[in-house]
């Protein structure tokens, strides 16, 4: 076991020090745009959800009334990929989609909404990180293919329900200039319930007219976080989240420290809920939690972002919280 913890950490020290490989930005390797009236270029609509995603949704579609539309977080982050954007058909991409991100984190809505996922030709990871060097053009054919999503959506689906906004990482990205073209200071905005938009630096005053939400039941605003293990940060820039939105993901409010008995809930990658499993503690730009109480807590004590469990650490708390705001706009309209 010692050997093999060892070749385990070597292994880390050596992919840290690695580099992207990557080609030129260029147009004619940009694959080919999907086609949103067609059921294939959706990872999920309300009539094509997989027995594994019916588990976490509603048994009484026909009484849902209002849509979830989510946009994934960044699954491409292989430093030997030299592809800049992923096509929609990518077999190792849709089963990161289906398998991994639809049912770890929208799955915690699929009780408020009926969930519409496109598939979008994602930028890869470095696309953060070499902006300037063909990232601001990979990013750019991704959102172009989320605002041809939801064009199509809204067209095609959504029969004037009213909306809940949902993105993590690269998904938020996305979603923020959706709100921002879509809802921000315009008609549709009355039928926000709310946007969920975690995993990516947000500023308090990011929109003209969509409000920070910091109360449970507010409803026509946003709400976002990054979530770190405690007294731990960005490893670059330790500052970079100052200042940006640090919402509660626990209990929806002001509140700067949570306890045990307050966590309903985090989904893991075997299915299982494991409630009173963290606490966190609010600090300017970061959610700090600690080390989740659940069977591999001993290889999670290692890490210390927690960025990949933004959504699905806080799972149960997320979706009775969608459901009281759901609930809340159908009261009020």
């Not at 809204?154 to 998904?171: A, C, D, F, T, W």
């Amino acid at each position: 076991m010692k050997f093999l913890y060892a070749i385990l950490i070597v292994s880390l020290l050596l992919s840290c020090k690695s580099t992207y490989q990557t080609q030129t930005f260029s147009k004619a390797n940009i694959p080919v745009s999907p086609d949103y009236n067609k059921e294939s270029s959706w990872a999920v609509l309300p009539s094509t959800y997989t027995k594994e995603f019916k588990e976490y949704a509603s048994k009484r579609m026909d009484t849902i009334k209002a849509d979830v539309f989510y946009v994934y977080p960044t699954l491409n982050s292989k430093k030997k990929d030299i592809r800049w954007n992923v096509p929609i058909n990518d077999k190792e991409q849709k089963d990161k989609v289906v398998n991994k991100a639809v049912l770890m984190q929208v799955s915690a809505f699929a009780t408020s909404g009926s969930v519409y996922v496109p598939f979008y030709r994602q930028a890869h990871l470095r696309s953060y990180k070499m902006y300037k060097e063909g990232g601001k053009e990979a990013q750019e054919v991704a959102y172009l293919d989320v605002k041809r999503a939801f064009e199509v959506y809204l067209e095609k689906y959504n029969k004037g329900r009213p909306i809940i906004m949902v993105g993590h990482s690269q998904g938020t990205t996305h979603i923020l200039r959706i709100l921002k073209e879509f809802f921000d200071d315009k008609p549709l905005q009355k039928r926000l319930i709310a946007a969920y938009i975690p995993g990516i630096r947000v500023k308090e005053k990011e929109f003209k007219t969509i409000q920070l939400m910091t109360f449970p039941s507010e409803i026509g605003g946003f709400i976002s976080w990054n979530t770190f293990k405690k007294n731990n940060f960005p490893k670059k820039d330790k500052n970079w989240y100052k200042g940006s939105v640090t919402t509660n993901p626990i209990t929806w409010d002001t509140s700067k420290r949570t306890t045990l008995n307050e966590h309903k809930g985090f989904l893991y990658t075997n299915g299982k809920l494991y409630k009173k499993a963290l606490k966190i503690e609010i600090t300017d730009g970061l959610v700090w939690g600690t080390n989740p109480k659940f069977p591999m807590r001993l290889f999670m004590s290692f890490l210390k972002n927690y960025h990949a469990g933004d959504i699905n650490l806080f799972w149960q708390n997320i979706r009775e919280n969608s459901l009281l705001r759901t609930n809340t706009w159908l009261k009020n309209r």
